[in-house]
């Protein structure tokens, strides 16, 4: 009897248990929320700080510019680069650090290595008599 392929459910399954499907999706749902927040603080920012300007080009707001939904995406994009940015940077920098600390503890220590090799020293001079 030939064996029987996994179907398609079960090929389904086994994807979607993957750490990084899960992991993937998780990040997917936190970054629509984060643009989101950015988005409102952009707006905010970039309103409050040209209102004189706005109201002297006679303009409710940034979005009412011609290019003014492409300039408040392009602020949006930049601001989440650059949080995205500083959050990888730390997790490299804890990275880093860890594998050092690790490394560190592996490393025997070079004052024991040094006693041990003079005693193998002194215990081979004495067995042959010197």
Do not use: C, Y
């Not at 309103?47 to 300007?53: D, G, H, K, Q």
């Not at 300039?71 to 949080?83: D, E, H, M, Q, R």
């Not at 860890?98 to 592996?106: L, P, Q, R, V």
């Amino acid at each position: 009897m030939p064996s029987r392929r996994p179907g398609l459910l079960a090929d389904f399954k086994a994807f979607i248990n993957k750490g990084n499907v899960v992991d993937l999706a998780v990040a997917v749902v936190i970054g629509g929320a984060f643009g989101k927040v950015v988005d409102a603080v952009v707006t905010l920012v970039m309103t409050s700080l040209l209102e004189p300007a706005l109201k002297a080009a006679q303009v409710e707001s940034i979005q009412a510019w011609p290019a003014g939904a492409v300039l408040v995406a392009l602020i949006n994009f930049l601001v989440i680069a650059f949080v995205v940015f500083l959050i990888v940077r730390a997790i490299e920098a804890a990275k880093r650090k860890e594998t050092a600390k690790a490394e560190a503890e592996a490393a025997p220590d070079t004052q024991a290595q040094l006693a041990s090799a003079v005693t193998r020293l002194v215990e081979a001079l004495d067995r042959r008599g010197l």
